[in-house]
């Protein structure tokens, strides 16, 4: 299956691992990847911010890369639900996957040979939960679901963990994460607070911004704890 | 004015206070979560909710004038008011005619909306809140910081001291039940002396002309019952068509605002008893506005039970008062640049648009989406700061140009010390993440 990689801007710049493993695991799992080296952002921080009108140019740019592909892939449920909703090109709409759904609904992956032996808490980023729909969500009366678990459910050893309030948003939340410090930065700490409560070594989720603010309070703390996004785990051997 | 992020600045240095009031406001939504899942038609009972305001929003002149038609045949007085000027102007005249002018108030947020209080008391007139919260923040000078739990800002301890102040209850005494009673003994008094009351509407029903107001205290009972003259003020979005429909919407209202199955009182105004007058006033101030915009329509089928609230992740922390508007949260976030879009530029941008809100919402407003209409619509009407369109039109200029990008992100990557400085909003309580040598398509390439 020919997949295209998308490697949203600041994966790209800050965390190039997350694309690594992203890379790695698909052809792992059989895809032919092609990765278009002139793509750069989804458009989101704008639009998100009140500047849809000047996303054009990264919109166009985009197509330009990802242009024919059936199998648009990325690692960010942001990104990805973004381009879903307001990209101007309905086969880019319709084409595009956010990477753990892709594993579930396209690929079916029923075994990995991913091994990782640790205590970790899981992290459901908003935007996969409660758009993209990569699990049930705590507000509706749903028979519950996750996508999340279902996969890393096929990697051994690992001890997966919700926090207390199992669906609450980090607080990143794009800008809002430096318009809004105060209230982001709370929000940040007591996502930690609740997930540390639970001894774990690793924070994971599908979204690296939200991982990159917890991240970033982690490391200001001084914690041991470290941030790693899914895909880091299930190509983990 | 100082803005909602600002405020929650300040809301937040008091660690302690805020993570009372998220967990306070948490345990409301834990219960609604409780007493939603008990029905296995909670989702359907939303969309029928959802579908009736959208039958009612579509057909809302006809349903107006049917519930005119029917409440004036039961003899109860019908005003329309354009804005609030007008609905202040109305309510003022129905009480410049009566010779007492004590009057009591329960259960109306939107006599807040049109600032009611401070116009009477412009004329001499003193309005009584009859509701333990709201009579709280008004011996505090405050405005509700909760549409439905209009001190949750407050805790015993400052209720203990304004009732001090204003009821002379031994101070120190924080005692819940000795505090209320203390307010019951008070307000009886006003109830007794009272010939005006006003109160809320939740639901007005087109098909028989009455209208309906839910409490759990009984005040609006209590005041519309001694008082000679009952004024119900109300939206013209509160229209529901039938009778029937309050089977979808009281089940609906009280699970979602306290996680009570109902409300202690679901009250039902039907006639005036003999000898009383009762005056319903509508108002639109901006709602036929809202309802024209295809983007925004949706907002009028609120019925303000506080969900979205309770559920709001940025509300539980920051509090009512941060969004400086009658209405907070998120609902209010999305209802008050309607009404004035410079005030409110900042709300639309107080949320995470992580969605909850949408979720909860029992009548399915999509909050969330129209907090991002009014983010596009507000920057597009050149309400940003000079600073934050410069820097959006360069982002958005880097992010089109593959090369400037790659040029960019190597910079970045290259002096991100630069950004470890206290200008920088991230790095004041969050460190930078740590910059790799080559970035993902740099390492690609040699691969």
């Known amino acids: 299956m020919r997949v295209a990689l998308f490697v949203p801007c600041y994966i790209d710049q800050f965390y190039p691992q997350v694309a690594v493993a992203s890379l790695e695991l698909l052809e792992k799992l059989g895809c032919e990847v092609v990765v278009p080296k002139d793509q750069t952002c989804c458009g989101q921080p704008m639009a998100n911010s009140g500047f849809a009108s000047s996303t054009g140019g990264c919109d166009a740019n985009f197509t330009t890369n990802f242009d024919g592909f059936d199998y648009i892939v990325g690692p960010s449920g942001s990104c990805v639900l973004h381009l879903k909703e307001h990209h101007p090109s309905q086969k880019i709409r319709s084409s595009v996957y956010e990477i753990c759904e892709f594993l579930t609904d396209i690929l079916k992956v029923s075994s990995l040979t991913a091994k990782f032996p640790h205590r970790v808490g899981l992290h459901q980023s908003c935007h996969g939960q409660r758009f993209l729909r990569l699990s049930s969500m705590s507000e509706r009366n749903e028979k519950p679901f996750s996508k999340l678990q279902d996969l890393l459910g096929l990697v051994q050893g690992i001890e997966v963990f919700l926090p207390k309030r199992e669906d609450e948003c980090c607080g990143f939340g794009g800008t809002f994460c430096v318009s809004e410090e105060a209230v982001s930065v709370k929000m940040g700490l007591d996502r930690i607070k609740e997930h540390d409560a639970n001894a774990i070594e690793f924070i994971i989720g599908a979204d690296t911004s939200c991982l990159m603010h917890m991240e970033g309070i982690l490391r200001r703390q001084g914690s041991n704890v470290q941030v790693k996004h899914i895909v880091e785990i299930l190509n983990y051997d | ?447």
């Open chain 2, 1 to 447: 004015m100082i803005s909602h992020a600002d405020a929650s600045e300040i809301f937040i240095s008091d660690s302690e206070r805020t993570d009372w009031h998220d967990e306070t406001l948490w345990f409301v939504r834990a219960k609604r979560d409780k007493v939603s899942k008990v029905l296995p038609e909670w989702e359907d009972l939303r969309e029928h909710a959802s579908q009736i305001k959208d039958h009612t929003l579509a057909n809302l002149g006809e349903y107006l004038r049917a519930f005119e038609a029917k409440a004036q045949a039961n003899g109860i007085h019908v005003h329309w008011a354009a804005d609030a000027a007008e609905h202040n102007a109305i309510v003022h005249g129905i009480i410049a005619s009566q010779s007492s002018k004590v009057l009591v108030k329960s259960k109306s947020m939107l006599t807040e909306e049109c600032h009611l209080n401070d116009y009477l008391a412009s004329k001499g007139i003193e309005v009584v809140d009859t509701d333990l919260g709201e009579r709280i923040v008004q011996f505090r000078n405050e405005v509700p910081s909760h549409i439905v739990l209009p001190a949750i800002h407050l805790k015993k301890e400052d209720v203990g001291e304004t009732f001090h102040q204003h009821l002379g209850t031994p101070k120190g005494n924080k005692d819940p039940q000795f505090l209320t009673e203390a307010a019951r003994q008070h307000l009886r008094g006003h109830f007794l002396a009272s010939e005006v009351a006003i109160t809320g509407v939740n639901f007005a029903v087109a098909e028989t002309g009455e209208f309906v107001v839910c409490t759990n205290e009984g005040n609006a009972d209590m005041g519309a019952h001694l008082a000679k003259v009952h004024i119900a003020c109300m939206g013209i979005e509160k229209i529901i068509p039938k009778r029937e429909d309050l089977a979808v919407f009281l089940r609906l209202l009280a699970r979602s605002a306290t996680g009570q199955l109902i409300t202690t009182y679901s009250s039902h105004f039907h006639l005036p008893r003999e000898g009383q007058e009762v005056h319903i006033v509508f108002l639109d101030n901006g709602r036929t506005r809202q309802l024209a915009d295809s983007k925004y329509k949706n907002s009028l089928k609120c019925i303000r039970c506080a969900a979205c609230f309770n559920t709001c992740p940025v509300y539980r922390r920051s509090g009512g008062h941060s969004y400086h508007q009658p209405v907070a949260g998120p609902i209010g976030s999305i209802l008050a640049p309607n009404v004035d879009k410079k005030a409110n530029v900042d709300l639309p941008f107080a949320s995470t648009l992580c969605g909850s809100c949408s979720n909860v919402c029992p009548v399915k407003i999509n909050i969330h989406e129209q907090l991002w209409f009014w983010r596009q619509d507000l920057m597009s009407a050149g309400l940003a700061p000079a600073v934050k369109t410069v820097g959006m039109k360069m982002m958005a200029f880097v992010l089109a140009n593959p090369v400037i990008y790659r040029l960019g992100g190597a910079f970045l990557r290259r002096f991100s010390g630069l950004l470890n400085n206290r200008l920088n909003p991230w790095y004041k309580q969050r460190e930078m993440p740590v910059a790799p040598k080559d970035s993902f398509q740099e390492w690609y390439k040699k691969r």
